[in-house]
Antibody
């Protein structure tokens, strides 16, 4: 059974830093692109970043570039999100999500950036 | 960025009836080289993470009841829930994965009338 368990959410002051973790199990983590998606209280979903299977490619929403860094440790089956210079508007539940690995008879396995499994989320609150 | 706009923001439908949620993208999400629409639908129940329902605009995820169906192409898409059940109460989101940043609609809240 695929499981994604986030941790690290906390109350932090504006300007502070936080590192979120996501522990993956039930699948071969090193074969999958992974993403972070966030949801502010009572609001919709916002894709934050994703990272290639081997960590060699990373993509971010422009508004967060420079402040947030996605990384992974395939030996530990773990995904991370380092968040620096946090602002009140970063207050949200942060979800770890698995990007789809699809299959085609012609091309074999290929990555598609929609999200087939999600963790339960971890709450980050930025407030003084 | 591709802006995804859903309509309506909320709707109330009677049990057993049909619910229709619309999603419009600010530019096409149809990739002509493979004729696929890069559009997914998710369901989010209160206190839970989103759940994938539909991808490639019309392909149902394994285990999703066949009363959920997706249609549309290019910039206009529809999620249809037939024979509405009480457990379908949720917020529904569309998402484009045509290009980064991958963007979601604002959500449509579905309630029972």
């Amino acid at each position: 059974e695929v499981q994604l368990v986030e941790s690290g959410g906390d109350l932090v002051q504006p300007g502070g830093s936080l590192r979120l973790s996501c522990a993956a199990s039930g699948f071969t983590f090193s074969n999958y692109w992974m993403s972070w998606v966030r949801q502010a209280p009572g609001k919709g979903l916002e894709w934050v970043a994703n990272i290639k299977e081997d960590g060699s490619e990373k993509y971010y929403v422009d508004s967060l570039k420079g402040r947030f860094t996605i990384s992974r440790d395939n030996a530990k089956n773990s995904l991370y999100l380092q968040m620096n210079n946090l602002r009140a508007e970063d207050t949200a539940v942060y979800y770890c999500a698995r990007d789809r690995l699809d299959y085609d008879n012609l091309t074999g396995y290929y990555w598609v950036p929609y999200f087939d499994y999600w963790g339960q989320g971890t709450l980050v609150t930025v407030s003084s | 960025d591709i802006v995804m706009t859903q309509s309506p923001d909320s709707l109330a439908v009677s049990l057993g009836e049909r619910a229709t949620v619309n999603c419009k993208s600010s530019q096409t999400v149809l990739y002509t080289s493979n004729n696929q629409n890069y559009l997914a639908w998710y369901q989010q129940k209160p206190g839970q993470p989103p759940k994938l329902l539909i991808y490639w605009a019309s392909t149902r995820e394994s285990g999703v009841p066949d009363r959920f169906s997706g249609s549309g192409s290019g910039t206009d898409f529809t999620l249809t829930i037939s024979n509405l059940q009480a457990e379908d109460v949720a917020v529904y989101y569309c998402q484009q994965y045509y290009t980064t940043p991958y963007t979601f609609g604002q959500g449509t809240k579905l309630e029972i009338k």
